[in-house]
């Protein structure tokens, strides 16, 4: 793994969780990326309990969100495959069956991988519009399908109006990823180490956690095993956390052309 320390600021905050309360500590900036995103990492502790979170945060006014699709008899490296699409990041996006099929919606680049699905697990939709919006959005809202550019079905659903949802599970333990946005233009990609989903949808709540912004959406995609996160500064990698095996799709960040 590198991480290249380039700049450490000082972040505090409190919010409730499933023991008592998370409270944020020592941030790094691990660096500053295109499209004026950044990639950084932040520690948080709950009494004995200690949780680090990595991410990438970045503006829609500079950057997007699109889908890499990795099938197995085309598989390409992680790596590769964001150098390949012009990408700065990305993690690890939606579930998928033991033969790689995908499980939910999943468009890329305007076509659709795999058909909506209705499932209480699938809660929630990234999707990107052909004109260049972004959303998260509840499964039941999404409506017509016609005209996305980019999407991925996922869940359960994290935080929604800026509160954690109240019935994630408390016990299972697993690393977590989970994109989330201020639903006003700043998006973060973020991975955890080993938490509930209790847990996490708490710390997602926290001010600042992603920026100086806070987190109003946030829908959980794939973890465990598959969760994954590279981001690159000119080209090399100052963030690189493997998946402990492939996975069938990434949702990667893209600077918009100029």
């Given at each position: 793994m590198l991480r290249w320390l380039i700049r450490t600021i000082v972040c505090l905050g409190v919010v409730a969780s499933s023991r008592g309360e998370w409270m944020l500590g020592e941030r790094r900036e691990l660096g500053r990326l295109a499209a004026?995103?950044?990639?950084w990492e932040v520690e948080a502790r709950?009494?004995?309990m200690r949780a680090i979170i990595t991410g990438v945060s970045f503006s829609s006014a500079n950057a997007t969100l699109r889908v890499l699709d990795n099938p197995p008899d085309a598989r390409t490296g992680f790596l590769d495959l964001l150098?390949?699409?012009g990408a700065i990041a990305g993690v690890n996006a939606s579930y998928f069956h033991e033969?790689?099929?995908p499980l939910g919606l999943v468009v890329s680049e305007g076509k659709t991988i795999h058909a909506f699905e209705t499932a209480k697990l699938l809660s929630g939709v990234f999707a990107a519009r052909g004109h260049g919006s972004m959303e998260l959005v509840r499964s039941f809202a999404l409506g017509k399908t016609d005209g996305l550019r980019e999407a991925v079905q996922a869940g359960p659903w994290l935080v929604e109006n800026g509160v954690a949802g109240a019935t994630l599970n408390a016990e299972k333990l697993a690393r977590r990823t989970a994109v989330a946005t201020n639903g006003k233009g700043e998006w973060a990609l973020v991975i955890f180490s080993p938490l509930t989903l209790a847990q996490t949808g708490a710390l997602l709540t926290v001010p600042h956690l992603a920026g100086?912004?806070?987190i109003q959406?946030?829908?959980n995609l794939d973890g465990g095993s598959s969760t994954s996160l590279i981001a690159l500064e000119n080209g090399a990698p100052v963030v690189q956390i493997?998946?402990?095996g492939p996975v069938r799709n990434y949702l990667a960040i893209v600077p918009r052309a100029r």
């Open positions: 004026g995103a950044v990639a709950d009494g004995s150098r390949g699409a033969d790689y099929r100086d912004w806070k959406r946030a829908l493997p998946s402990f």
